[in-house]
């Protein structure tokens, strides 16, 4: 397996106690056949020396913007030009604030800057730092400009904290890189409609019912299926995420809303997964006016009715009917409820959680699930949701479309 064979990849090293790591990356990424060519950052030389990575890597390190000798022999612009992919591993919150801001202060922000190809960070940094809404705010401009995150992973830290903010292993990274730059097109030439996030219902003007549903999963589907080649729509209740690239995003709020956006979606689609979490009652009445405590409503202040089942909905079509892909979130019994879901509501395959299991759930980064259809039931290790939606797709295209 050689799936970097004759890529160039830039790997930049910065400030981490990660770059440790970041020697065994270069390794990794020659077994898969690419060529790499070293960039540290200041920082990142007070961790790791450079004749480390000129070992490994077989090439000159470069570190310095301004030095003519190293300009002479490979100008920064012209290493700019050479990368087929930036590689960025570890990517400290500094590295990625200078990137957000489209800073080019040192050697590996102005190869960025001056670099069309592709650009795929791991970013390493305490967890406190990685949960600043700095740090955050800065992920989601990367993500809108089509930069590829891998990671990070939760867990123990080097400074002793407990938290997201730890670097993926090389072997995860060189995998993630492969499916950033040269994935597998599975879905080329295929349909493919996404829900995702929850669904939200109005009270009144100023209330409404809904749930914790951040869309991670779903955006992460969607963003998979995109890297394989599939044309998406992605149908999303209100969330906070960017888009990911080459996505077509419908923006929706009620469970209507989504059902029409998904029947009209349906019909010129192969491939229907439903990651959303719709919101299944609703108030019967919608008062035009703020509901008032004052006004008599001490008890049984709201009627609910039942929302349509989208998804049963589509996969109950006589025509038209795509491949049906459901999820259940459960607490209990995941396998069996799971089952009875995927019989009652017609569906081709369903994706099950276990909810009340702190590895996965509504608003972690990470998931895992068991894949059940009529011939069985595949569990997939618990994962990055990122992760878990490349295996997810992978595995649903192998079953929905045996023949392509
Ligand atoms: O809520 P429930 O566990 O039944 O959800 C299982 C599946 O059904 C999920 O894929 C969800 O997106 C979908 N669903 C839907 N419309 C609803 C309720 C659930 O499409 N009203």
Redesign the pocket.
């Known amino acids: 397996m050689s799936s970097l064979a004759h890529k160039r990849i830039l790997l930049g090293v910065s400030g981490g106690i990660a770059a440790y790591k970041s020697a065994d990356l270069v390794r990794r990424l020659q077994d898969r056949g690419a060529t790499v060519r070293v960039v540290m950052t200041a920082g990142a030389q007070e961790f790791v020396k450079p004749l480390t990575f000129q070992a490994l890597s077989g090439n000159p390190v470069h570190t310095d913007l301004l030095d003519p000798a190293a300009e002479a022999a490979m100008g920064h612009i012209e290493l700019a030009k050479w990368a087929d992919a930036i590689l960025i591993a570890p990517a400290s919150a500094s590295v990625m604030a200078r990137l957000a801001a489209g800073m080019a202060d040192d050697l590996l922000s102005t190869l960025c800057l001056a670099s069309e190809a592709p650009l795929v960070l791991a970013p390493a940094m305490n967890q406190a730092m990685w949960l600043h809404p700095a740090t955050q705010a800065n992920t989601q401009t990367l993500l809108s400009r089509n930069v590829t995150l891998l990671g990070p992973d939760a867990g123990s830290q080097a400074c002793g904290d407990v938290g997201p903010g730890r670097m993926l292993e090389p072997l995860d990274i060189v995998e993630g890189l492969i499916d950033a730059i040269a994935p597998e097109q599975m879905l080329e030439g295929k349909k493919v409609t996404i ?1 995702a996030g929850p669904t939200r219902e109005a009270l009144d003007p100023v209330r409404y019912l809904s749930n914790h549903s951040s869309g991670k999963m779903g955006f992460a589907i969607a963003a998979a299926a995109a890297r394989a080649g599939a044309e998406v729509t992605l149908i999303a209740g209100p969330v906070r995420l960017a888009t990911p690239a080459g996505v077509h995003r419908v923006d929706v709020v009620s ?1 209507d809303e989504m059902l029409a956006a998904a029947e009209q979606a349906a019909d010129d689609c192969d491939l229907f997964i ?5 919101v ?1 009652f609703r108030p019967k009445v919608v008062a035009d006016q703020k509901i008032k405590k004052e006004d008599g409503n001490d008890s049984d202040v709201l009627s609910l009715v039942k ?6 909905t589509i996969a109950g079509r006589t025509s038209k009917r795509p491949f049906v892909v ?4 459960e607490t209990e019994k995941v396998a069996e409820h799971a089952k009875g ?1 995927l019989a009652r ?1 017609n569906l081709d395959m369903i994706v099950a959680n276990d909810v009340s299991d702190p590895e996965g759930g509504f608003n972690s980064d990470r998931n895992q699930v068991v894949v059940i259809d009529r011939d069985g039931e595949q569990p997939l290790p618990a994962a990055l949701k990122t992760e878990l939606a490349t295996q997810l797709v992978a595995l649903i295209a192998a079953r929905a479309f045996p023949d392509t």
Do not use: R
């Open positions: 829900t469970t439903a990651a959303a979490a719709v299944d929302n349509p089942d989208i998804v049963a459901g999820f259940a979130a879901k509501k």
